[in-house]
T-cell receptor, first 114, second 114 residues
Framework: IAGITQAPTSQILAAGRRMTLRCTQDMRHNAMYWYRQDLGLGLRLIHYSNTAGTTGKGEVPDGYSVSRANTDDFPLTLASAVPSQTSVYFC?????????????FGPGTRLTVL | KQEVTQIPAALSVPEGENLVLNCSFTDSAIYNLQWFRQDPGKGLTSLLLIQSSQREQTSGRLNASLDKSSGRSTLYIAASQPGDSATYLCAVYNSGGGADGLTFGKGTHLIIQP
C-alpha cells in the first residue's frame, strides 16, 4: 500500500513559470488537503477538498489553485510562481472531512522559486 | 482565528526521562486535536487523535490529554529513547466554521541524548 504519493520530490523553478504539484492517494479517502510548511510559520492550509468535485480555500490560498476530478488525485497548481512560494508542500488525506478522522500525510515536495 | 502554541520550542533530555510537551489553542470550538511526529526531511506521522468529547488517548509510551475548556493539551512520553528524537506537532480541527483543515502549532523539537 503506497498511501499518499507526491511528485516531484523537489523542484527548482524560475519565477513566472507555471507548476503543478501532483498528489495521489490509494486509500479511497474522501477528503484531501494541501499544506505548506515554512520555517518559523509552521504548516498552513492552502486548499482542501471534502469530496471529489468540491474544493475550498484554506488560510493561504492566493496564487494557488486546485481541482478534484476524482477521488484519488488532488493536484496543486501555481499559475505564475513567485519567490515567496518557496516552501515544502505537503498533501494529506482523511477518510471523511476530518472532524473525526486522522489525516495522513505524503512525503512532501520541496519547491524553490528563483 | 484559531492560534496554536507549543511550548517549549526545543527540548533536550537524557535517555530514559519522562517528559511532557505542551500545546495550547485559543478557540475551544474544536472537533479534535491531533499530535504528529515529523522526522527531518520527512512527512508527518500521526501519533494520537483526541476527539473533543474525550479527555485522553494512549498509545504505547505516549499519552495525550485534552482540556478543551482551558484550551490545553499535553503529550506525555514515558521512558524516552533516542529514537523519539523528532519534531512533535500539535494541530486542532476547528468546528467554528471556516476552512475544513487543521491549524498547526510550530512544533517542539525534541532531542533525546543517548
Amino acid at each position: 500500500i503506497a498511501g499518499i504519493t507526491q511528485a516531484p520530490t523537489s523542484q527548482i523553478l524560475a519565477a513566472g513559470r507555471r507548476m503543478t504539484l501532483r498528489c495521489t492517494q490509494d486509500m479511497r479517502h474522501n477528503a484531501m488537503y494541501w499544506y505548506r510548511q515554512d520555517l518559523g510559520l509552521g504548516l498552513r492550509l492552502i486548499h482542501y477538498s471534502n469530496t471529489a468535485g468540491t474544493t475550498g480555500k484554506g488560510e493561504v490560498p492566493d496564487g494557488y489553485s486546485v481541482s478534484r476530478a476524482n477521488t484519488d488525485d488532488f493536484p496543486l497548481t501555481l499559475a505564475s510562481a513567485v519567490p515567496s512560494q518557496t516552501s515544502v508542500y505537503f498533501c494529506a488525506s482523511s477518510p471523511t472531512s476530518g472532524n473525526t478522522d486522522t489525516q495522513y500525510f505524503g512525503p512532501g515536495t520541496r519547491l524553490t522559486v528563483l | 482565528k484559531q492560534e496554536v502554541t507549543q511550548i517549549p520550542a526545543a527540548l533536550s533530555v537524557p535517555e530514559g526521562e519522562n517528559l511532557v510537551l505542551n500545546c495550547s489553542f485559543t478557540d475551544s470550538a474544536i472537533y479534535n486535536l491531533q499530535w504528529f511526529r515529523q522526522d527531518p526531511g520527512k512527512g508527518l506521522t500521526s501519533l494520537l487523535l483526541i476527539q473533543s468529547s474525550q479527555r485522553e488517548q494512549t498509545s504505547g509510551r505516549l499519552n495525550a490529554s485534552l482540556d478543551k475548556s482551558s484550551g490545553r493539551s499535553t503529550l506525555y512520553i514515558a521512558a524516552s529513547q533516542p529514537g523519539d528524537s523528532a519534531t512533535y506537532l500539535c494541530a486542532v480541527y476547528n468546528s467554528g466554521g471556516g476552512a475544513d483543515g487543521l491549524t498547526f502549532g510550530k512544533g517542539t523539537h525534541l532531542i533525546i541524548q543517548p
